[in-house]
């Protein structure tokens, strides 16, 4: 089956740059997707890697070792509004549906 | 287009009732998911459907059973609530393209208490 595990909590400052570890485990791997849900509402789509290397939009970066089985999401320039949730997926053996890791807690202070 | 919408927002059950939780798209999106969010436990997958009149298992779908009769709408029942069965259910629907982006859009979700 698909596993991921990430870090429970990540504290910073702002202005910071903070880095979200993901590994996993899979049968069949198609990609490793980023969701942001912030406290009370819905996860939303951040990012999606599919092969080897950084993806970059805006502050937000994602980046995939598919030989490693291991991805992070740096977040730059950190704004308060940035605490959130982050929780990283692959997809299931079948990649009909996405199986989530138990997501990582970020807290931005001033 | 209002995307996904879920109903209830909130509900309060007793231990022992039925109920139906529903999830409505208007993207034409093929694939819809169920999920329900526990502390700590991130979200994990109850059921999902690929398309109009199937359904197939997630993670976690014992107690609870669903139904794809038309494309936009996909229901989630609890036949018999259990207060293991208090979650936040999120309720998602995708496009049909596997080796894609594959982008996830997810409702507001439904809180529901089990007494």
């Known amino acids: 089956g698909q596993s991921l595990e990430q870090p429970s909590e990540v504290t910073a400052v702002e202005g910071a740059i903070v880095q979200i570890n993901c590994t996993y485990q899979?049968?069949?791997?198609?990609?490793l997707s980023w969701y942001q849900q912030h406290d009370g509402g819905a996860p939303t789509f951040l990012s999606y890697n599919a092969l080897d290397g950084l993806e970059e939009t805006g502050r937000f970066s994602s980046f995939l070792s598919r030989s490693d089985s291991y991805g992070y999401l740096l977040l730059q320039e950190l704004q308060m509004k940035d605490s959130a949730s982050y929780f990283c997926a692959v997809k299931n053996q079948a990649g009909t549906a996405l199986i989530f890791g138990k997501g990582t807690t970020l807290s931005v202070s001033s | 287009n209002a995307g996904v919408t879920q109903t209830p927002k909130f509900r309060v059950l007793k231990t022992g009732q039925s109920m139906t939780l529903l999830c409505a798209q208007d993207m034409n999106h093929e694939y819809m998911y169920w999920y329900r969010q526990d502390p700590g436990m991130g979200l994990r997958l109850i059921h999902y459907?690929?398309?109009?009149?199937?359904?197939a298992k997630g993670e976690v779908p014992d107690g609870y059973n669903v139904s794809r009769l038309k494309k936009q709408n996909f229901l989630l029942g609890l036949e018999s609530a259990a207060p293991s069965q208090t979650s936040v259910y999120f309720c998602a629907s995708s496009t049909d393209r596997i080796r894609s982006t594959d982008t996830q859009y997810f409702g507001p979700g439904t809180r529901l208490t089990v007494l």
């Open positions: 899979t049968s069949g791997f198609y990609g």
């Open positions: 459907s690929v398309g109009e009149g199937t359904t």
